[in-house]
DNA sequence: ATAGATAATGAGTAAACTTCATTGTTTTCA
DNA sequence: TGAAAACAATGAAGTTTACTCATTATCTAT
């Protein structure tokens, strides 16, 4: 049967003109590159070389064979170079999936750094919405989901990130504002503006809202974080969000926040990945440079 | 080292979703496929596959290595089978090279035939001017050579196609025709008109005059086998060309023939072949159309 | 003719690949 | 939930394959 150490051969003999250097080339005897060249020779029932001229000329079978190593040698270097570096963790594929919008005011930053310094990852984002993320990861379809919520997980890990708080945003001069702290009662009266996913996916409602069996007056929608805090102030609405999101945009909207309940909501992010990968180089990558997100 | 093995593996793998019915479909073992899997994973330090999924699913790597073997193995299939044809003789490459222009009068219609029975054999047609067709044989730089004068050679044999006899065509009113058979001195107050090559390659000079030490009155040359005719006919000039040629042409351009010395000029063409060839299917099948090319 | 270089060959050895037999997982179905 | 069924991993033994060594054969060139 024809193999990849045949091509190798063949090509090496072409370049040198003689089995003897092709050999030393290859790191092979010569006489070991006589026989695995008549074995071939032998499968095919052709000759490949032609002995009687001085500087060993290929027959059409051999120069048939040569051209074939010729156009798929190189692609199998490339391919093979590439799974090296795999091992060596400076190459790899990192498709992230994120669970939340609002992450992308922290990811964006992240993934232009990360690039610079791993410029041999593929990397790419997948919004984690018409599917399930966590699934997804023991797949293989992604190889990191950031979240929100630590699972326990035979081939998973969730490394931490960083804590964060979800605060209530609302105008400077909503009726709100009076109070130190909100309660889910209060909320029961107010348009409340989420990102368009699940409300398990939501911490609002997971755990704050209906652990009180609280509804909100009205639920709007919005995909952008930007559009969110929009309508926070045009609404006199409020909406949820981490307080990375809420540390900048705030004056810029006329915004202000308020802890939700008397000892505020916080939370962990992490970036679940699988364990056989966790140790890689270009991951651990990753998650240092996540850490470091909001410092 | 990556072999075509792995690749091989790899595919079957992927499609059959699990390593015992892939092993099946490769007639292995499923305890060769996987310590065949365990060993690339081992060289490339890698994992290929998530061994917890159900349908087994390739990591990242793995993929890479898919996509490659998807890209690669089609080709090798190609080529290796073209390869294999070639050994049953059905497949190969025939570069005919002819020493003289009027071969083309059979060679052509004899290609066209041959095109239909060995429709997996390339064809070329290379015209033996610039170089030593004998040796570009040798090199493997055409396969066939048309050729008259029989030699003995290492690695060379020549087939027997057809007898043939050189004559003198000259125009019906042509001094000349006068006489039975034609004698070197006649043509020495004559136009010669020649194929545009060396002297030593046109039987005329080498049989007919330079043994007699006879040079003609004047030398013309021509491409083209018509044109000669032509030449022959307009300028009332001579030329010596085999019997092939002129038994059709004669009427169309009012000229006849003489032989060339009381008994003629009579020769073999022959096809010369590598002898590691010469009982190659495509070959004998080329020469046998050609040994009937005048009858 | 005689080196000198190169390829072919045969036998022995080492390595790689496969199989067998078994254990460890995961999935499925009662 | 537990047991059977399907599948994958493992280790040791066996087999095949590929390689090396030593030698012979072949060709080239001075």
């Not at 060249?37 to 070389?49: D, G, M, V, W």
């Not at 398990?200 to 952008?224: I, T």
């Not at 916080?266 to 990753?286: C, D, M, N, P």
């Amino acid at each position: 049967m024809l193999e990849l150490r045949h091509l190798r051969s063949l090509q090496a003999i072409q370049q040198c003109g003689s089995l003897a250097r092709a050999a030393e080339q290859l790191h092979l005897t010569q006489s070991a590159l006589s026989h695995q060249i008549k074995a071939l020779e032998n499968y095919y029932e052709t000759s490949l070389f032609l002995r009687s001229t001085k500087p060993l000329s290929l027959t059409s079978a051999g120069l048939k064979l040569r051209d074939l190593a010729e156009r798929i040698l190189p692609e199998i270097e490339l391919v093979d170079g590439q799974l090296r570096r795999h091992a060596l963790g400076t190459s790899g594929r990192l498709y992230i999936s994120i669970e939340c919008h609002a992450c992308f005011e922290w990811l964006i930053p992240v993934l232009n750094q990360y690039r610079h310094r791993w410029p041999d990852v593929d990397i790419d984002i997948r919004l984690g919405l018409s599917f399930e993320p966590i699934a997804a990861l023991q797949k293989g379809e992604v190889d990191l989901v950031i979240s929100s919520d630590l699972q326990t997980h035979k081939d998973l890990c969730f490394e931490p990130l960083f804590d964060y708080e979800a605060q209530l945003a609302l105008a400077h001069d909503h009726p709100l504002t009076v109070k130190d702290y909100i309660l889910p009662e209060d909320l029961a009266d107010q348009t409340l503006v989420t990102y368009p996913v699940d409300r398990k996916r939501l911490d609002v409602f997971s755990r704050f809202l209906q652990p009180a069996n609280v509804e909100p007056g009205q639920v709007r929608q919005a995909e952008l974080t930007a559009i969110i805090l929009l309508l926070v102030s045009t609404l006199k609405g409020v909406a949820v969000l981490p307080d990375w999101v809420l540390r900048e945009s705030m004056s810029h909207n006329h915004l202000t926040t308020r802890p939700l309940g008397a000892q505020g909501m916080h939370g962990t992010l992490h970036a679940a990945v699988r364990k056989v990968e966790s140790k890689a180089a270009y991951i651990q990558g990753f998650i240092d440079l996540g850490r470091m997100a909001l410092k």
